[in-house]
Nanobody
């Protein structure tokens, strides 16, 4: 069974940067799209970004121009570079593997999440 593990979360001031990583174990990334979602307390899970195995990329409107997704299939790792962070970016960030989509239901494997907190 595939296992996804996120890391890199933490506390950062508004305007700062963080880089999240997601390592995929027990299965190759080949053929899968890898996405990032986030969820703030009391809110629904929100699409952040996704990258297909052939190079297509999609971003959520709230992070366009600030976040960058990338993947290193040789290392079975997906990254999310987050710049110009805002307090509204606070939440638990989840890595997911599945189809190239902005809908969480199109992803079949999920990590446990890493917490990102942006202070004002």
């Amino acid at each position: 069974q595939v296992h996804l593990e996120e890391s890199g979360g933490g506390l950062v001031q508004a305007g700062g940067s963080l880089r999240l990583s997601c390592v995929v174990a027990r299965r190759s990334l080949s053929g899968y799209s890898m996405g990032w979602f986030r969820q703030a307390p009391g809110k629904e899970r929100e699409f952040v970004a996704t990258a297909s195995w052939v190079g297509s990329i999609l971003y959520g409107d709230s992070v366009k121009g600030r976040f960058t997704i990338s993947r290193d299939d040789a290392k079975n790792t997906v990254y999310l570079q987050m710049d110009s962070l805002k307090p509204d970016d606070t939440g638990t960030y989840y890595c997911a593997g599945g189809s190239f989509s902005a809908r969480s239901r199109d992803y079949i494997a999920w990590g446990r999440g890493t917490q990102v907190t942006v202070s004002s």
